[in-house]
C-alpha cells in the first residue's frame, strides 16, 4: 500500500520514514548554525553538476531540435543516463526513423533542496529561453520540448511566456510531469523552505498551478501534449499520480513500468517512454505528409531563379500548399516603379489551401524584364524575373481591357433606368461619376475573379488614366486604398498616383499618406505620352454621346470626343471638343491636349483668336503678342480634391475662356 493511502498513523511513519531515507534535517545540526539548510537529494540523484549543453549533433546540422528540461533534484545529463551510462537522447536520437534528422539540447538548472538554493518555475522559465537563444536552439525550423517531473512545468511555462513559438513548436512531451501538484511537496514543505516545492502543491492550493492551468486552456494555439506517467511509488510515495500526470494530455496517456526516477532512465530503445518520444516526433514532426510544400506551377526554375511570363498586363500567379503545415509567402522588392505586387506582407496559407502572386505592370513599353522578390516561411528568398516575351501582347491586351471598359460603362449609361434620372440631375452630382467608376471596376472584377480587391481598384485606376479620365481614376485609387492601404503604399501605385493627381489637378488622393506630383520634365513626358487608345474602340463614338447627354459626365464625354477627333486628324474639332471640357473642369491633362490642337478659339471680337502659352503644370496663360484689351483678367481656379462636379457651370453662368484660367493645385490640406 501507498503511503498517500494509509491510515493517518501508518502515513506519519511513512512520511517521517521517508524523511530519515532521504537524509532531510528535522533539527539542527551538531556544529553549525541551526538555520542551515543541507544539500538533500532523492535516492539515485545527485546536484547538477552540469550546465546547459548539446548532447547530440549532426552532420550537416538537423532542421529539428529537442529540448530536454530535467525536473526537481535532476542534473542535466544524469537525469537521463541509466546505471549502465546509455542515455535517453541516444535512444531517440539512434531510432531508425529519427536518426540523423534531430540534434538534442539538454537544459539544466541548479535543483539541490537549498533554502534558497533553486529557481522556482517563473524564473527557471525565462533562464531556458535565454539559453535556448545563447546557444542558437530558437534558429530552428522545428522545436520540441520534453519534460521531466517539474521541467514539464517549465517548459510550459516557457511557452506561454513565449507564445510566438508555437508555430515551430508542434508538440511537448511531458514525463511525470505533476499537473496538479505532487505529492512529495506536502511532504518537503514542512521539512526545507524551497520555492521550487512550494509551487508544487496540489492545485487547488496553489497559485501558480491554477495560473498555468488556465492559461493554457485559454489558448488555442498551444502545441499538442503528450505524457507518460509512473505507476510505481518511490519509497512508498506516489511522486506524481494518474490524475496528476495525465490532465493535458491530448492523446491516451502511456503508463511506464518505473517508479519517479527511473521513468527517465530508460533500460533500452523499447522503454515505454523513450517510445513516448519517439512515437511523438514520428508522428507529429517528420511525417513527410506535415511539412510545408509549395507548388507554384506558373514560376518556371531557371538556375538560381525563378521566371514568370506575362502574357497579359495583370497576372495571378497560383501558389499552392500542398504539404501539412501552414506556409507564409509574399513578394516584395519590386526592381521597377511600374511593377505593382501582392501580397506585400506574409500571408499564410494553411495546408491543402491555395492563393496567388499578382503582378500588375501599369507601363508595358518601359522594359523587358522586370524582378522581385519571393519571400516564404520554408526558403530563403528567391528572385523571380518577369519577363515579357512579346510587347504587342501586352498592348493587345491592354485595348482589350480599354474596349472591355468602354462597353461596361456604355451598357451603365444606356441603361433606362439610369439614363432617364441622370439627363435630369444636377451636373454636380458626385454619386454619378462613382457610378462609373464603379462600372470600370466590376468590369475588371469579372475579368479578374482572382485577383484582391484592392489590385481591381488598381486595375480600374490604370483603364480609367488610359481613357484620360483622370478625375475617375483618382476615384479609383481612393477606393483601393479604403480597401487595402498596404497596396497603395508601394512604389508601382504611388507612381500611378502621381501621373492621376498631376493630370487631374488632384492635389491629394490617398488619406493615409501625400500623394507625390510629377515635376515638369515628367509631367512633359506623360503628356506626350497621353493616348487615343479609346478612340480605335468601336462603341467609343457612341459612349463619347450619351455622355455628353447627362450633365454630370458632360466633361467626360467632350474629353472623349476630342481624342476621337485628334485621332481622326480633325484638329479643329478636337479644339473644340477640349475647349468646351475645360470651360466644364480646367485640368492640365485637358490644356495639354487643347494646347497641342491650335489652343483656345473665340468668336468674340472682344477676344481675339491667338493662340495660348503652356505654364508647366499644363495651366493655360494668354500669349505675350496679345494686347492687353484683348485678354480677360486672369481667374484663379483651384482644383479641390476629388470635389463635386460643380466646375459643371456652363448651364449656370457665362463660359469662362480658358486663357483667363490658370491651373493650380489646391493648397487646402496642404
Same mark, same amino acid.
Given at each position: 500500500m501507498?503511503?498517500?493511502?494509509?491510515?493517518?498513523?501508518?502515513?506519519?511513519?511513512?512520511? +517521517?520514514?521517508?524523511?530519515?531515507?532521504?537524509?532531510?534535517p528535522?533539527c539542527?545540526?551538531?556544529?553549525?548554525?541551526?538555520?542551515?539548510?543541507?544539500?538533500?537529494?532523492?535516492?539515485?540523484?545527485?546536484?547538477?553538476?552540469?550546465?546547459?549543453q548539446w548532447?547530440?549533433?549532426?552532420?550537416?546540422?538537423?532542421?529539428?531540435?529537442?529540448?530536454?528540461?530535467?525536473?526537481?533534484?535532476?542534473?542535466?545529463?544524469?537525469?537521463?543516463?541509466? =546505471?549502465?551510462?546509455?542515455?535517453?537522447?541516444?535512444?531517440?536520437? @539512434?531510432?531508425?526513423?529519427?536518426?540523423?534528422?534531430v540534434?538534442?539540447?539538454?537544459f539544466?538548472?541548479?535543483?539541490?533542496?537549498?533554502?534558497?538554493g533553486?529557481?522556482? #518555475?517563473?524564473?527557471?522559465?525565462?533562464?531556458?529561453?535565454?539559453? +535556448?537563444?545563447?546557444?542558437?536552439?530558437?534558429?530552428?525550423?522545428?522545436?520540441?520540448?520534453?519534460?521531466?517531473s517539474?521541467? =514539464?512545468?517549465?517548459?510550459?511555462?516557457?511557452? $506561454?511566456?513565449?507564445?510566438?513559438?508555437?508555430?515551430?513548436?508542434?508538440?511537448?512531451?511531458? #514525463?511525470?510531469?505533476p499537473?496538479?501538484?505532487?505529492?512529495?511537496?506536502?511532504? /518537503?514543505d514542512?521539512?526545507?523552505?524551497?520555492?521550487?516545492?512550494?509551487?508544487?502543491?496540489?492545485?487547488?492550493?496553489?497559485d501558480? $498551478?491554477?495560473?498555468?492551468?488556465?492559461?493554457?486552456?485559454?489558448?488555442?494555439e498551444?502545441?499538442?501534449?503528450?505524457?507518460?506517467?509512473?505507476?510505481r511509488?518511490?519509497?512508498?510515495?506516489?511522486?506524481? @499520480?494518474?490524475?496528476?500526470?495525465?490532465?493535458?494530455?491530448?492523446?491516451?496517456?502511456?503508463?511506464?513500468?518505473?517508479?519517479?526516477?527511473?521513468?527517465?532512465?530508460?533500460?533500452?530503445?523499447?522503454?515505454?517512454?523513450?517510445?513516448?518520444?519517439?512515437?511523438?516526433?514520428?508522428?507529429?514532426?517528420?511525417?513527410?505528409?506535415?511539412?510545408?510544400?509549395?507548388?507554384?506551377?506558373?514560376?518556371?526554375?531557371?538556375?538560381d531563379?525563378?521566371? +514568370?511570363?506575362?502574357?497579359r498586363?495583370?497576372?495571378?500567379a497560383?501558389?499552392?500548399?500542398?504539404?501539412?503545415?501552414?506556409?507564409?509567402?509574399?513578394?516584395?522588392?519590386?526592381?521597377?516603379?511600374?511593377?505593382? !505586387?501582392?501580397?506585400?506582407?506574409?500571408?499564410?496559407?494553411?495546408?491543402?489551401?491555395?492563393?496567388?502572386?499578382?503582378?500588375? !505592370?501599369?507601363?508595358?513599353?518601359?522594359?523587358a524584364?522586370y524582378?522581385? @522578390?519571393?519571400?516564404?516561411?520554408?526558403?530563403?528568398?528567391?528572385?523571380?524575373?518577369?519577363?515579357i516575351?512579346?510587347?504587342?501582347?501586352?498592348?493587345?491586351?491592354?485595348?482589350?481591357?480599354?474596349?472591355g471598359?468602354? /462597353?461596361?460603362?456604355?451598357?451603365? *449609361?444606356?441603361?433606362?433606368?439610369?439614363?432617364?434620372p441622370?439627363?435630369?440631375?444636377?451636373?454636380?452630382?458626385?454619386?454619378?461619376?462613382?457610378?462609373?467608376? %464603379?462600372?470600370?471596376?466590376?468590369?475588371?472584377?469579372?475579368?479578374?475573379?482572382d485577383?484582391?480587391?484592392?489590385?481591381?481598384?488598381?486595375?480600374?485606376?490604370?483603364?480609367?488614366?488610359?481613357?484620360?479620365?483622370?478625375?475617375?481614376?483618382a476615384?479609383? $485609387?481612393?477606393?483601393?486604398?479604403?480597401?487595402?492601404?498596404?497596396?497603395?503604399?508601394?512604389?508601382?501605385?504611388?507612381?500611378?498616383?502621381?501621373?492621376?493627381?498631376?493630370?487631374?489637378?488632384?492635389?491629394?488622393?490617398?488619406?493615409?499618406?501625400?500623394?507625390?506630383?510629377?515635376?515638369?520634365?515628367?509631367?512633359?513626358?506623360?503628356?506626350?505620352?497621353?493616348?487615343?487608345?479609346?478612340?480605335?474602340?468601336?462603341?467609343?463614338? !457612341?459612349?463619347?454621346?450619351?455622355?455628353?447627354?447627362?450633365?454630370?459626365?458632360?466633361?467626360?464625354?467632350?474629353?472623349?470626343?476630342?481624342?476621337?477627333?485628334?485621332?481622326?486628324?480633325?484638329?479643329?474639332?478636337?479644339?473644340?471638343?477640349?475647349?468646351?471640357?475645360?470651360?466644364?473642369?480646367?485640368?492640365?491633362?485637358i490644356?495639354?491636349?487643347?494646347?497641342?490642337?491650335?489652343?483656345?478659339?473665340?468668336?468674340?471680337?472682344?477676344?481675339?483668336?491667338?493662340?495660348?502659352?503652356m505654364?508647366? $503644370?499644363?495651366?493655360?496663360?494668354?500669349?505675350?503678342?496679345?494686347t492687353?484689351?484683348? *485678354?480677360?483678367?486672369?481667374?484663379v481656379?483651384?482644383?479641390?480634391?476629388?470635389?463635386?462636379?460643380?466646375?459643371?457651370?456652363?448651364?449656370?453662368?457665362?463660359?469662362?475662356?480658358?486663357? /483667363?484660367?490658370?491651373? %493650380?493645385?489646391?493648397? #487646402?490640406?496642404?
Amino acid at each position: 500500500m501507498d503511503a498517500s493511502n494509509a491510515p493517518a498513523p501508518r502515513r506519519l511513519f511513512a512520511i +517521517l520514514a521517508l524523511a530519515l531515507a532521504l537524509g532531510l534535517p528535522g533539527c539542527k545540526n551538531a556544529g553549525g548554525s541551526g538555520n542551515a539548510a543541507r544539500v538533500v537529494t532523492l535516492p539515485g540523484e545527485s546536484l547538477n553538476e552540469s550546465g546547459p549543453q548539446w548532447v547530440v549533433r549532426t552532420q550537416p546540422s538537423a532542421k529539428v531540435a529537442i529540448v530536454f528540461v530535467h525536473g526537481l533534484f535532476g542534473d542535466t545529463v544524469r537525469t537521463w543516463t541509466n =546505471g549502465k551510462g546509455e542515455r535517453f537522447f541516444d535512444f531517440v536520437a @539512434k531510432h531508425p526513423d529519427i536518426a540523423g534528422k534531430v540534434e538534442i539540447f539538454a537544459f539544466g538548472y541548479p535543483s539541490s533542496m537549498f533554502a534558497s538554493g533553486s529557481f522556482d #518555475i517563473q524564473a527557471s522559465a525565462k533562464a531556458l529561453h535565454e539559453m +535556448l537563444k545563447h546557444h542558437g536552439v530558437l534558429t530552428y525550423e522545428k522545436i520540441v520540448f520534453v519534460g521531466h517531473s517539474m521541467g =514539464g512545468l517549465v517548459v510550459m511555462r516557457e511557452l $506561454l511566456m513565449n507564445r510566438d513559438l508555437p508555430s515551430e513548436v508542434p508538440v511537448i512531451v511531458l #514525463i511525470a510531469t505533476p499537473q496538479e501538484g505532487a505529492e512529495i511537496a506536502r511532504i /518537503a514543505d514542512h521539512i526545507a523552505r524551497n520555492p521550487a516545492l512550494s509551487q508544487l502543491k496540489p492545485a487547488d492550493r496553489n497559485d501558480l $498551478l491554477k495560473i498555468l492551468n488556465d492559461d493554457w486552456r485559454a489558448w488555442p494555439e498551444r502545441p499538442r501534449v503528450r505524457c507518460a506517467y509512473e505507476n510505481r511509488s518511490t519509497r512508498g510515495v506516489m511522486i506524481v @499520480k494518474w490524475s496528476s500526470g495525465t490532465r493535458f494530455c491530448d492523446e491516451p496517456p502511456v503508463e511506464v513500468s518505473a517508479d519517479h526516477i527511473d521513468i527517465v532512465k530508460p533500460d533500452g530503445p523499447n522503454h515505454l517512454a523513450v517510445v513516448t518520444v519517439t512515437n511523438a516526433l514520428r508522428e507529429l514532426v517528420l511525417d513527410p505528409a506535415l511539412e510545408p510544400r509549395l507548388e507554384m506551377p506558373a514560376l518556371k526554375e531557371e538556375g538560381d531563379h525563378l521566371v +514568370l511570363e506575362l502574357d497579359r498586363l495583370n497576372v495571378s500567379a497560383p501558389v499552392i500548399n500542398s504539404g501539412g503545415k501552414p506556409v507564409r509567402f509574399s513578394a516584395v522588392d519590386a526592381s521597377h516603379d511600374a511593377l505593382v !505586387l501582392g501580397p506585400r506582407h506574409p500571408l499564410e496559407l494553411p495546408p491543402g489551401s491555395r492563393d496567388n502572386i499578382w503582378v500588375l !505592370l501599369t507601363d508595358p513599353a518601359i522594359q523587358a524584364e522586370y524582378q522581385f @522578390k519571393l519571400r516564404t516561411s520554408i526558403r530563403p528568398d528567391r528572385i523571380v524575373k518577369v519577363r515579357i516575351p512579346d510587347v504587342r501582347r501586352l498592348q493587345a491586351h491592354q485595348q482589350q481591357l480599354m474596349q472591355g471598359a468602354v /462597353a461596361a460603362v456604355l451598357q451603365h *449609361v444606356s441603361d433606362p433606368g439610369n439614363a432617364a434620372p441622370w439627363r435630369l440631375a444636377p451636373p454636380e452630382d458626385a454619386g454619378i461619376p462613382d457610378a462609373i467608376v %464603379q462600372a470600370v471596376h466590376d468590369y475588371v472584377a469579372r475579368d479578374n475573379p482572382d485577383a484582391p480587391e484592392s489590385a481591381r481598384w488598381i486595375i480600374a485606376a490604370d483603364i480609367l488614366n488610359e481613357l484620360n479620365w483622370h478625375a475617375l481614376a483618382a476615384r479609383s $485609387l481612393q477606393r483601393a486604398e479604403q480597401a487595402g492601404p498596404e497596396w497603395v503604399s508601394q512604389q508601382g501605385v504611388q507612381r500611378l498616383a502621381a501621373i492621376t493627381a498631376s493630370l487631374s489637378g488632384e492635389r491629394r488622393i490617398f488619406a493615409s499618406m501625400e500623394t507625390p506630383m510629377l515635376d515638369e520634365a515628367q509631367l512633359a513626358a506623360v503628356h506626350q505620352r497621353e493616348g487615343l487608345a479609346a478612340a480605335t474602340v468601336p462603341e467609343t463614338p !457612341l459612349l463619347a454621346r450619351r455622355l455628353q447627354e447627362i450633365p454630370a459626365l458632360r466633361f467626360y464625354g467632350l474629353s472623349l470626343e476630342g481624342d476621337l477627333q485628334q485621332a481622326r486628324g480633325d484638329k479643329d474639332g478636337a479644339r473644340a471638343a477640349y475647349q468646351d471640357a475645360a470651360v466644364i473642369r480646367p485640368s492640365p491633362s485637358i490644356s495639354a491636349r487643347l494646347t497641342a490642337t491650335g489652343g483656345w478659339r473665340s468668336t468674340s471680337p472682344a477676344i481675339g483668336a491667338d493662340p495660348t502659352t503652356m505654364g508647366p $503644370l499644363g495651366d493655360l496663360r494668354t500669349s505675350p503678342a496679345a494686347t492687353a484689351p484683348t *485678354v480677360p483678367q486672369q481667374r484663379v481656379i483651384e482644383v479641390r480634391e476629388l470635389a463635386p462636379l460643380d466646375a459643371n457651370r456652363a448651364s449656370r453662368e457665362a463660359p469662362v475662356d480658358p486663357r /483667363a484660367v490658370i491651373v %493650380q493645385p489646391s493648397t #487646402i490640406g496642404r
